[in-house]
């Protein structure tokens, strides 16, 4: 199991499940009884919710060049190189405000994201140097190779299901609320004058990205000075993604099966990436690199 509280994860896991089954009957009622596009909560998360996604691909880029062998160039190249990869995936992912703020709080929204997570990196600096640098090589692929493989499959997802946001099953006539066992991919055709995005409802992936702040605590939980914060690491990373999610639904973006399916994703997509890169053993303590 990549988090080390397993039962924890479990039980979380558990509940996620019986949310889907809970939201497979009664998606359509929960959105109508939550939903409120003005709500400053949702407005909040909408713009910032996926920040610990930026975090964690920050996060990846210092573990590559930490990792970074200069006596060795085409490592030295191969670990900057996908540095500034992931770190590039993580401005795009900052840019998310412009998509939900005026222009001047967007601005200023992306540009708090990106300062936040290099003085998340700074914190963390010292801390990843305890590593060897094979496991901070380890733990660099572990942790953009989860954000590449969740954000392929929502991207891709979202894109067969092609499943009509409540919000705008709300004020179009004649849009008809789609169950999630539906797909309805072909359904933005008979509706031109609604953005495509409107029909990216399955899965979330705002909760998804928020998701990604699991990857954060599992880095905690593998450096020694930090081992002790790691239950409860992982318990806000389990509470904000919930915040996240709950956020979707009352703004109308996502039904409950979306956002636990979101969150199911990022879940599976660090499992994968665990038995790649973390199954051979627990990340060791630096004895020298």
């Given at each position: 199991?990549f988090?080390?509280?397993?039962?924890?994860?479990?039980?979380?896991?558990?509940?996620s499940?019986v949310?889907?089954v809970i939201?497979v009957?009664?998606?359509?009622?929960?959105s109508?009884?939550v939903?409120?596009?003005?709500?400053g909560?949702?407005?909040?998360f909408?713009?910032m919710?996926e920040?610990?996604?930026v975090?964690?691909?920050?996060?990846a880029a210092?573990l590559?060049?930490?990792?970074a062998?200069?006596?060795?160039k085409n490592?030295?190249?191969f670990?900057?190189g996908?540095?500034g990869?992931?770190?590039?995936?993580?401005?795009?992912?900052a840019?998310?405000?412009?998509d939900?703020?005026?222009?001047?709080?967007?601005?200023?929204?992306a540009a708090?994201?990106?300062?936040l997570?290099?003085?998340?990196?700074?914190?963390?600096y010292?801390?990843?140097?305890?590593?060897?640098r094979n496991?901070?090589?380890r733990?660099?692929?572990?942790i953009?190779g989860?954000?590449?493989?969740?954000?392929?499959?929502?991207?891709?997802?979202?894109?067969?299901?092609?499943?009509?946001?409540y919000r705008?099953v709300?004020?179009?006539?004649d849009?008809?609320?789609?169950?999630?066992w539906?797909?309805?991919?072909?359904?933005?055709?008979s509706?031109?004058?609604?953005?495509?995005?409107?029909?990216?409802?399955?899965?979330?992936?705002?909760?998804?990205?928020?998701?990604a702040?699991i990857?954060?605590?599992?880095?905690?939980?593998y450096i020694p000075s930090?081992?002790?914060h790691?239950?409860?690491?992982?318990?806000i990373a389990?509470?904000?993604t919930a915040?996240?999610?709950?956020?979707?639904?009352?703004?109308?973006?996502h039904?409950l099966?979306?956002?636990?399916?979101?969150?199911m994703i990022?879940?599976?997509?660090?499992?994968?990436m665990?038995l790649?890169?973390?199954k051979?053993?627990n990340?060791?303590?630096?004895q020298a690199?």
């Amino acid at each position: 199991m990549f988090i080390k509280n397993k039962r924890l994860l479990q039980i979380v896991c558990a509940v996620s499940a019986v949310l889907f089954v809970i939201g497979v009957f009664l998606d359509e009622q929960i959105s109508s009884a939550v939903f409120n596009m003005q709500s400053g909560f949702g407005s909040f998360f909408a713009g910032m919710g996926e920040f610990p996604c930026v975090a964690a691909s920050f996060l990846a880029a210092e573990l590559f060049v930490t990792a970074a062998d200069t006596k060795r160039k085409n490592h030295m190249y191969f670990c900057y190189g996908c540095a500034g990869l992931v770190g590039l995936f993580g401005l795009l992912i900052a840019t998310e405000p412009l998509d939900h703020y005026t222009t001047l709080l967007a601005a200023g929204a992306a540009a708090l994201q990106v300062i936040l997570a290099l003085l998340i990196c700074l914190v963390f600096y010292k801390r990843i140097l305890e590593l060897s640098r094979n496991d901070r090589m380890r733990l660099a692929l572990f942790i953009s190779g989860s954000l590449l493989l969740m954000i392929g499959s929502v991207f891709v997802l979202k894109h067969l299901w092609g499943r009509p946001r409540y919000r705008a099953v709300s004020v179009t006539k004649d849009l008809d609320f789609r169950p999630v066992w539906a797909p309805s991919h072909s359904l933005a055709d008979s509706f031109p004058k609604l953005e495509h995005d409107e029909f990216r409802s399955f899965p979330s992936s705002h909760t998804s990205c928020a998701a990604a702040i699991i990857l954060i605590s599992l880095l905690i939980g593998y450096i020694p000075s930090l081992k002790q914060h790691a239950f409860t690491a992982d318990i806000i990373a389990f509470a904000y993604t919930a915040l996240v999610a709950f956020s979707r639904i009352i703004m109308g973006a996502h039904y409950l099966t979306d956002v636990t399916a979101g969150w199911m994703i990022m879940v599976c997509a660090a499992w994968c990436m665990s038995l790649l890169f973390l199954k051979k053993g627990n990340v060791r303590t630096k004895q020298a690199s």
